[in-house]
């Protein structure tokens, strides 16, 4: 994975009972940092590998100990500063969480203009060029750390796949698959739904078949 320096608070420390890997009711005790849209990782940075997704043990818990990078770890008597977690607090989608202290200390400007954008979801509509191809494509995307799938444009597509700095290409993956449209309505639904057990096969997409709700003849008509 890649974050800009910018959007990264680093060297963070859980002594337990804070963290745990996603799907796992283990506790995570070690280094972790976190990214501007929240998130949190095992490791000091994402050079620190591995870098587990992390959550909170209790969705209500507020409060992460967070020491600095001066801080024993070796005496366990040494107490832990407190970080107050922005777990919370309803972001916006072009939202920097800001820490001055931290960003003073290494001499990063506070004020670094808009952060990426999550994806921007969309209904697509095929047109009577589509219906004369019998087929069109359709947009998505994959969080990279969740079985999360959000159908979006072509426009948007081309922006993850880019790596736009506009948009949070690092967290999603793109996708397109072909989607018929045309013809016998058992055979439209059998070939759409094989398509997306190949794509999600082989770029290992799980869920993505799931993600249809078995709508494979969506879109369908028998003839034009």
């Known amino acids: 994975m890649y974050y800009p320096k910018t959007q990264l608070i680093e060297n963070l420390y859980t002594n337990g009972g804070e963290l745990k890997p996603f799907n796992s009711e283990v506790e995570y005790k070690g280094h972790y940092f976190r990214t501007s849209n929240g998130e949190t990782f ?10 587990i997704p992390l959550e909170l043990i209790s969705p209500l818990g507020n409060e992460l100990s967070s020491p600095s990078s001066d801080i024993n770890y070796t005496n366990p008597n040494q107490k832990a500063i ?3 977690s922005k777990e919370s607090e309803p972001l916006a989608n072009n939202h920097y969480i ?9 001499s990063i400007p506070i004020n670094r203009g808009e952060a990426p954008r999550k994806p921007i979801q969309s209904k697509p ?3 009577k060029e589509d219906y004369k191809n019998r087929q069109f494509v359709r947009y998505f995307v994959k969080k990279s750390n969740e079985n999360l799938f959000i159908e979006i444009n072509r426009e948007e597509y081309n922006l993850f ?8 290409s690092n967290l999603y993956i793109p996708i397109q698959i072909p989607w018929n449209l ?3 309505k058992t055979k439209v639904f059998n070939t759409n ?3 997306s057990n190949l794509y999600e096969t082989r770029d290992k997409l799980y869920g993505f078949s799931l993600s249809f709700k078995n709508r494979f003849d969506k879109y369908w008509v028998e003839q034009i």
């Open 42 to 51: 095992s490791g000091k940075n994402p050079l620190d590998k591995p870098n």
């Open 82 to 84: 407190k970080y107050k």
């Open 98 to 106: 800001i820490n001055d202290g931290y960003y003073n200390s290494r």
């Open 125 to 127: 509509t095929p047109n």
């Open 161 to 168: 796949k880019n790596k736009n700095p506009k948009v949070q």
């Open 182 to 184: 045309i013809g016998d």
């Open 193 to 195: 739904k094989s398509i």
